[in-house]
């Protein structure tokens, strides 16, 4: 019994974590609701193409073989395959979308809450206060639009921490400023996960890592530390570095739509709204605003590290609002509308200004009596459990719209193929995994291949390429058979039976590297054309014709990803041999 009580009091902080995640999810279990966001087309296509790939054995790292009907599209290799691989494993075992929903997004909450913890313990918080700023990260914006809404940068969000713990132990610890196997693996875990966070993550640490190098006596070894890291982060990012260089520098990719104006898409505090992604929400509004004016009233008495957290998160604060003139930014700088959503900034703050208010509550009570003390912390715990039933509440409306209108949550009813509400929730349950694909049908034309004489500004302005897509490939299904092929290639088999000699355009995405073959001759570049989004165009012969779409990348990638699980078995092997070390050996010697 002693040494129960002893496992679970040392395992305490994860346990709350575990049930925090449970709590806030508990009315997706109890309704069997699925959250149908705006993105779940184009997300759930992504799982269970690699899903269907583990299943059959045909694998293909670019195409899609299985999701995006089967088009060929390259979608996974650019946008965080390696966290796109799990959430098909985790539906090729669960093979229903409410336990992978369930599944995938208590996933994203524990190490969302896991990151939060060891960064506060980074900065020295007890393991009780740690708890409670995990609690607070898991359930905030960011971290829940994925659970609430299919968001995929709540995964970015849920991997963030761990890179500044990295950053804050650069500024801390002046002996060891870089423990380059660590940093380069929490920054290839947001790389392999979400690009856009890996890119906010760098700007971010930048400040923590400059004041590093200067303060650092040996300078030599800080630059030796961070090469090693840079060095390590490329072999266990190769294979999304290598997709990124493959496609983007032999293709002219179309970027994601350019918002209207940017400025409404800026973060704003409501008293009256549940947080949202733009909307901050009242409580977590009060924690933003009391950090930066208690900071600003105190500077002098902070130190280092806290005014470097609390300035970067300000700032990144200050940059998801519409105090800052984005739109005016962006129309003399056109390369920033990548950006898409101003609110996407705020993340950042997230991150920082959580500890940072949480330790200046720590520091308050230092000053306060015993009485004052208690009711501080009873005031703190409030805060938690209002914040914490704000999420809790959030699910119990989505549950609720899905009883009366289960695609209210996006903006998905324009791509509606089955309209009763009865039959959509039944498809989205349905153990035939592709019903949810017969139910919604939203094209997404983000990475499709463009001419190389236009941008993808000068796209969106004479097309929409959202109906081109669904014209091109949703619609251009008809007498068409399709088949994946055990080498990871794409067949369809068409009967021209009015012997047209007409050219016809084909639900076939074809990039530079993309090889066609029809009817047993591989063809030029010369034989077919594509259209303004990359769909194939050929002329048949009459009769039965044969299409077999493959890829061929400059680099092979069978042989990058062998190199990259060697560079992450080096990496265990390393990291369990220190474990080792500071577990045992140095155990021992602090015994003799």
């Known amino acids: 019994m002693l040494s129960a009580k002893r496992v679970i009091k040392k395992r305490l902080p994860f346990i709350t974590i575990t049930l925090v995640a449970l709590f806030i999810l508990l009315p997706q279990i109890n309704t069997r609701f699925i959250p149908v966001g705006s993105d779940i087309s184009f997300h759930y296509n992504r799982f269970y193409d690699l899903a269907e790939q583990i ?19 390259i979608i996974n290799a650019l946008y965080g395959y390696d966290i796109a691989f ?3 494993l985790i539906l090729f075992f669960t093979q229903s979308w409410l336990k992978f929903q369930l599944v995938s997004s208590f996933t994203c909450l524990i190490i969302a809450g896991s990151g939060m913890y060891g960064l506060m313990r980074t900065l020295d918080c007890t393991k009780t206060l740690a708890t409670i700023g995990a609690a ?30 990295q950053a804050i132990r650069s500024v801390k610890n002046r002996d060891k400023p870089i423990n380059f196997v660590f940093l380069a693996l929490s920054m290839s875990l947001l790389v392999n996960t979400h690009t856009l966070s890996a890119v906010l993550a760098t700007l971010a640490i930048i400040p923590f890592f400059l004041v590093s190098f200067i303060q650092s006596d040996r300078k030599l070894n800080w630059i030796k530390d961070m090469i090693l890291a840079i060095l390590l982060f490329v072999f266990l990012s ?14 002219n990719i179309l970027q994601p739509f350019i918002p209207k104006s940017f400025v409404t898409n800026a973060t704003y505090i409501s008293i009256t709204e549940m947080y949202g992604n733009r909307n901050i929400g009242i409580f977590f509004g009060a924690i933003f605003i009391f950090q930066l004016i208690y900071f600003i009233r105190n500077i002098k008495q902070t130190s280092l590290l806290e005014r470097l957290m609390t300035i970067v998160g300000g700032t990144f604060l200050l940059l998801s609002t519409s105090l800052f003139p984005w739109d005016n930014i962006v129309a003399t700088l056109p390369f920033l509308s990548i950006i898409q959503f101003p609110f996407r900034f705020s993340v950042i703050s997230y991150v920082l200004l959580i500890p940072m208010f949480l330790k200046t509550i720590t520091a308050f009570e230092r000053n306060l009596s015993s009485k004052q003390s208690k009711i501080m912390s009873t005031f703190l715990l409030i805060l ?4 914490l039933v704000e999420a809790n509440s959030n699910m119990v409306k989505n549950a609720q719209r899905w009883q009366d209108d289960p695609v209210a949550m996006g903006n998905n009813r324009s791509n509606l193929i089955e309209t009763e509400p009865d039959n959509i929730r039944n498809n989205l349950r349905s153990p035939d995994l592709t019903k949810v694909f017969d139910t919604i049908e939203k094209g997404t034309p983000d990475y499709l291949p463009i001419s190389k004489n236009t941008t993808s500004q000068e796209l969106y302005s004479e097309i929409e390429p ?3 897509y669904e014209k091109e490939i949703f619609d251009n ?5 399709t088949t994946i092929l ?3 290639t794409i067949q369809l088999v068409w009967d021209n039976k009015k012997h047209s000699s007409k050219k016809k355009q084909f639900p076939l995405i074809v990039y530079e590297h993309s090889v066609i073959e029809l009817n047993g001759k591989i063809l030029d570049k010369s034989e077919y054309d594509t259209s303004d989004i990359g769909s194939l165009i050929i002329q048949p012969k009459n009769g039965e014709n044969t299409i077999i779409l493959s890829y061929k990348p400059v680099m092979n990638m069978t042989y990058v990803l062998i190199i990259k699980l060697i560079a992450i078995s080096l990496t265990i092997g390393y990291c369990s041999i220190r474990a080792y070390y500071k577990l045992f050996i140095r155990k021992e010697r602090v015994y003799e």
Do not use: C, H
Request: positive net charge.
């Open 477 to 481: 299904q008809k007498n068409i058979t």
């Open 384 to 387: 938690v459990g209002f914040i």
């Open 486 to 488: 055990d080498n990871g």
């Open 86 to 88: 799990l959430n098909g």
């Open 466 to 468: 959202y109906e081109v």
């Open 238 to 251: 190769l294979n999304t570095l290598t997709a990124y260089l493959e496609v983007f520098l032999s293709n």
């Open 136 to 165: 607070i990260y898991m359930a905030s914006a960011p971290v829940m639009y994925y659970v609430r809404a299919l968001g995929f940068s709540s995964w970015g969000a849920a991997f963030l921490p761990f890179i500044f713990i």
């Open 55 to 73: 299943k059959s054995g045909n694998y293909n790292y670019y195409m899609a073989l299985y999701g995006f009907n089967s088009s060929g599209r």
